[in-house]
């Protein structure tokens, strides 16, 4: 019996081995990330804490399965953010040294801090949402914003045209983001700038690989265009969202990325 027992066992062993569909098939898996924050504090020669930088290391946990994605990820975002957070807080040193003599208080002191949300991860796309908060004693912090596409698999950006189906740039422009500003313009009671519609065309026009000066981020049930504060409007407005649905609107989009 025991015989008979180790034979159907090495039989099903083999027949694992010869049909791959009982194993999980590479498509399947995505890229893994975790986020690691990266906090750093300055010091004035007191002691006395004057800036603290704080950003987020994306790190690909199972980066050999996807060696491009984890190599893009550390050029263009670990390494950037890691030399801007070193390079403002030593332009600002000084600034928050003075900072510190008038407003001893713990709480008061520089704050250069990076957030990094994952708005869609498939096969084929990922998409990072970036907050780049900046206070400096002001009243008023700033906030820049950034996004990035990327093909998890190859590591290059995604650029709009690439999200879009060809030759959709000028009618997802004019007939779907423009109007889309205008609801929430009308929603949210904004005034923008005389020309922005103007300032939309330059931005798609510019929209490149490496640096698109096009902000937006591929979601589950549509694409999300953000405009970061002064880029239509006053700054009062803080960034503004035009939000495409993708049910209704599926010629408009590349189906690469609708899977």
């Not at 027992?5 to 081995?17: D, G, I, K, Y």
């Not at 491009?68 to 030593?90: F, G, I, P, S, T």
């Not at 950034?146 to 189906?165: E, K, Q, R």
């Not at 970061?228 to 006053?234: K, L, N, W």
Request: net charge negative.
């Amino acid at each position: 019996m025991r015989k008979i027992v180790v034979s159907l066992v090495a039989a099903l062993l083999m027949l694992c081995a010869a049909l791959p569909c009982f194993a999980e098939k590479p498509a399947d898996v995505l890229p893994e990330i975790r986020m690691e924050q990266q906090k750093q504090e300055y010091r004035t020669p007191q002691g006395q804490v004057c800036i603290v930088t704080d950003y987020s290391r994306l790190i690909v946990e199972n980066a050999d399965a996807f060696p491009a994605l984890a190599k893009k990820l550390e050029q263009v975002h670990n390494r950037e953010w890691n030399y801007r957070m070193e390079d403002e807080a030593r332009e600002d040193y000084k600034d928050a040294v003075e900072l510190k003599k008038h407003r001893p208080e713990d709480y008061m002191h520089y704050l250069l801090e990076e957030r990094v949300w994952q708005k869609y991860l498939s096969r084929n796309i990922l998409s990072l949402y970036v907050e780049y908060y900046q206070s400096r004693g002001g009243a008023h912090p700033n906030i820049d914003i950034f996004t990035y596409n990327l093909d998890p698999v190859t590591g290059d950006f995604i650029t709009m045209d690439d999200a879009l189906a060809p030759g959709k740039r000028n009618e997802f422009r004019d007939m779907y983001v423009k109007p889309a500003l205008e609801k929430v313009k009308k929603e949210r009671g904004l005034f923008y700038y005389d020309n922005y519609k103007t300032i939309v065309d330059d931005l798609f026009q510019r929209d490149y690989a490496g640096e698109p000066p096009l902000t937006w981020t591929w979601g589950y049930e549509g694409i999300t265009m953000i405009f970061p504060a002064e880029t239509i409007g006053p700054a009062v407005m803080g960034p503004v969202e035009a939000f495409i649905p993708f049910k209704g609107n599926e010629m408009l989009f590349n189906k690469k990325y609708m899977k």
